[in-house]
């Protein structure tokens, strides 16, 4: 049952990174080459240290080693560039690890258990991919309507200057172009 646990806890993780996206900074090169470089000597380490475990054990610690580069990667990738789309990776990268990681856990049970505990994780990724995409689409419809209402308040401050006459209502459109990003 812990591993379900895990799984959810993957879940929201997954759900609050892609709610974030709009918060992400982007960062710098330097930045994103030191990271990359920590992440690399992490997944080295991590994956030395399997070598004490046997079995079943060493391949689940390799697993989690995997996984956990993995994500750092895209969460890198992210907050690199804060886009939606890497958001929305991220989010899958991390459904897609945690599921890999449950499953090699699950090579430890045998019959019904092992089937009910690959059942599990097969149930907690589509869940976590359902959430990424839900996620995808709330941002997409975030921007749609930003976009829209930032459309009806250009062209309300357009109707407001429609009723000045010369030079006033030139200035006024060029602010209100100004004011609403609009090139033409």
């Known amino acids: 049952m812990k591993h379900v646990s895990t799984l959810h806890a993957a879940l929201f993780t997954a759900a609050m990174v892609i709610g974030s996206a709009v918060l992400a900074e982007p960062m710098t090169r330097a930045e994103y080459g030191t990271v990359k470089n920590r992440i690399e000597a992490e997944y080295k380490d991590s994956k030395a240290a399997c070598d004490k475990f046997t079995d079943n054990a060493k391949d689940v610690c390799r697993e989690e080693a995997k996984a956990k580069e993995r994500v750092a990667r895209a969460e ?109």
């Open 76 to 184: 890198l990738e992210f907050n690199r560039s804060g886009t939606p789309k890497d958001a929305a990776k991220l989010a899958t990268i991390r459904a897609d690890t945690a599921y890999d990681v449950a499953k090699e856990r699950c090579d430890d049970r045998a019959g019904n258990d092992k089937q009910v505990c690959v059942g599990e994780a097969k149930a907690a990724h589509a869940k976590a991919l359902a959430v990424a995409k839900l996620e995808q689409k709330l941002g997409a419809a975030r921007r749609d309507t930003a976009d829209d209402k930032r459309e009806a308040d250009y062209n309300l401050a357009k109707e407001k200057c429609e009723a000045l006459v010369g030079a006033n209502k030139t200035s006024c459109l060029a602010t209100a172009k100004a004011n609403y990003d609009k090139k033409s």
